[in-house]
Every structure is written in structure tokens, then in C-alpha cells.
């Protein structure tokens, strides 16, 4: 039986945290904006549904690297991932991804407002736990593609080469 | 007196405390969980940083900051965009100075010790699951005296 991989963590946390603030850039500076993620952990992918009319489109057009911030205050666990975003007229996929509380919204992911975003996480950096001074940083696509365990050093700032 | 929104950004940020603190490098975004010291009456959120990290030459290449305030359980956000500048203020090192930072530094004096302080440009905040979202326009709609335009968002001046 293989050992957890340090990343499933990562996702654990995704997962169970649900709404992460959604962090862009502006040409006025830097925006968040709370959104529910839809992880897809075996694809290594984030979607979310959203609206062609709401501004975080654009700002996603003009600039493809977004944050994604994860926020469990009981478990004082505070995740930071940098990724690519892509804006996607997709229905096939909105009704994949569709919940039921998404249709206080639109009228089902037919509506042709309704777009997704896929969002490639590339690395995360965790500070996990109460006293949470060490940050671990990940990169998903070495996770996913080798499957290797980290290194740990010794510094406060651990970079874990996966 | 009914609160405003101005002022519900400001207790919500008081009430959450820890926030993410969102700066970009000129390639990624890169955020971290800082203790913010939220002062309304100075129109500043400050932070107390160490010289050694990364974030300070982030700031002073984009001064433009976004500090994240989520309380998940409860389902409150706080989207500040605001101006960052790093000080060496001993004066105000020392009267933020508290039990959270001896975690970091044995004395205020730690010569590694700056300041970051936030002067807020813009607010966003959610309040209650996909009810209400009021967006506040901070400084730049104190300044030019617009009047809050009604709509989907309300954009209200902060001070």
C-alpha cells in the first residue's frame, strides 16, 4: 500500500475548505473574491462556476496567473497556491460541476452567462497547524507525474523538491 | 447609530484578525497568513515583518497589496486592496508589540523588525452566504466626493 503523498494534503485541504478567496490582478492592483472550488484531484485541476458578466473574467483574461487562498481557521491551516487560469464557454462542463445551490444563480448551467474556469494549480505553499512558522512549498506537477517523496531541510521555508 | 459599510469592513477585519496577505512578484501571486493590527482611526492596517523575507522586495517592486480576510464558518470575506510601504518605525514597533510577535522576535528592538503598513484604496466584503455584497470604494471615492452608485454592488466612500 503506497504512503500518502504529502501533497494529498494539499487537496485534503481544497476539499474540506471549499471556498477559497480567489486573488487576481487588476490594473488598479490586486482583487479576492470568495469562490467555491471544484477540485478534480486525480486530473490535478480546480473548477469553478461562474458569470461572463461579473469583472474577474476579464481579469483573468489579461492575465493568467491567479492566487487561490484556503483558509481553515479551527485547524489554523493557511494554504497559498499560485496558478493558471483559463476562461471557458464549457456547458458540457458547467453541468458536471454543477450543484444544486449554483441555480440561486443562473437557470441551470445551460444559461448562457454561466462559464467555468480551469485553474492548474502550480505551487502551494502551506503553513499547517497552530503555531504554523513552517511553510511547506509544493509543485503539483512533479507530485503528480513522479509521485516522489519531498526532501525536508532545515529552514524555516521548506521547499519540498517533489 | 446603523453601521456602515465602511465600518463593517473594519469590524470584520478586527473580528478575523489573521488574513492572507496577497502580493505579486511580477510572474506569480504570492500570499501569506500575517497577524493584521486593524486601526480604523489611522485609516491603516499594519503587520509587523521581518527584513529577511521575500515580501518586503515584492512590495517595493508592486506596491499593491490585497489582504484576504476569510472566516469560513461563519461565511465573512474581506477583499482589501490597498497600498503597502515598509517602515523601520521603532516608535510604532513598539506599541504594536505583543504576545503574538515574541513568537517571531525577542525584542522590539530586533533591528530585523519593519513595518507594513496598509493604507486601504478599496474594500470588498461578503456578509452572509451570497447575500449581500457590498463593495466600498475607500480613498478614491473620499477624494473625487463620488456619490455611491446603486446596482448589483453598492460602492460606498469609507471615510
Not at chain 1, 494549480?121 to 509544493?138: C, N, Q, R
Not at chain 2, 496577497?22 to 497577524?35: C, I, S, Y
Not at chain 2, 489582504?67 to 521603532?90: C, I, K, M, P, W
Not at chain 2, 525584542?107 to 457590498?134: G, M
Request: a neutral charge; aromatic letters at 8%.
Amino acid at each position: 500500500m503506497a504512503e500518502p503523498h504529502p501533497i494529498d494534503r494539499v487537496w485534503d485541504i481544497i476539499e474540506k475548505v471549499g471556498v477559497c478567496m480567489f486573488t487576481t490582478r487588476f490594473n488598479g492592483g490586486l482583487r479576492a473574491r470568495p469562490l467555491e472550488a471544484r477540485p478534480d484531484r486525480s486530473a490535478g485541476l480546480i473548477w469553478f462556476v461562474t458569470d461572463l458578466r461579473s469583472g474577474k473574467e476579464h481579469e483573468i483574461e489579461a492575465e493568467h496567473d491567479v492566487g487561490l487562498v484556503f483558509t481553515d481557521e479551527k485547524a489554523k491551516a493557511y494554504l497559498s497556491i499560485t496558478a493558471r487560469a483559463e476562461v471557458r464557454r464549457d456547458h458540457v462542463k458547467a453541468a458536471e460541476i454543477w450543484k444544486s445551490t449554483d441555480n440561486v444563480w443562473w437557470r441551470g448551467p445551460e444559461d448562457p452567462n454561466v462559464c467555468v474556469l480551469r485553474v492548474t494549480p502550480v505551487t502551494a505553499e502551506l503553513w499547517d497547524g497552530p503555531s504554523s512558522k513552517a511553510v511547506a512549498v509544493f509543485e503539483f506537477a512533479k507530485a503528480r507525474l513522479t509521485g516522489a517523496k519531498p526532501k525536508l531541510g532545515e529552514n524555516r521555508k521548506v521547499t519540498v523538491d517533489m | 447609530m446603523a453601521e456602515t459599510d465602511s465600518e463593517r469592513v473594519w469590524a470584520l477585519m478586527k473580528k478575523i484578525g489573521i488574513c492572507m496577505l496577497a502580493t505579486w512578484d511580477g510572474h506569480e501571486l504570492h500570499a501569506r497568513p500575517m497577524g493584521a493590527y486593524v486601526r480604523p482611526e489611522e485609516n491603516a492596517v499594519y503587520f509587523l515583518s521581518d527584513a529577511r523575507r521575500h515580501k518586503e522586495d515584492e512590495i517595493k517592486q508592486y506596491s499593491k497589496v490585497c489582504l484576504a480576510f476569510a472566516d469560513t464558518g461563519a461565511q465573512n470575506y474581506v477583499s482589501l486592496a490597498g497600498h503597502a510601504e515598509v517602515q523601520a518605525d521603532r516608535a510604532k514597533i513598539r506599541e504594536l508589540w505583543g504576545t503574538p510577535a515574541k513568537a517571531w522576535w525577542d525584542s522590539p528592538d530586533d533591528p530585523n523588525i519593519r513595518v507594513l503598513k496598509v493604507t486601504p484604496q478599496e474594500a470588498e466584503f461578503w456578509d452572509a452566504p451570497r447575500s449581500t455584497v457590498a463593495y466600498a470604494k475607500m480613498a478614491a471615492a473620499a477624494l473625487t466626493g463620488t456619490r455611491p452608485e446603486m446596482g448589483d454592488n453598492r460602492k460606498v466612500a469609507m471615510r
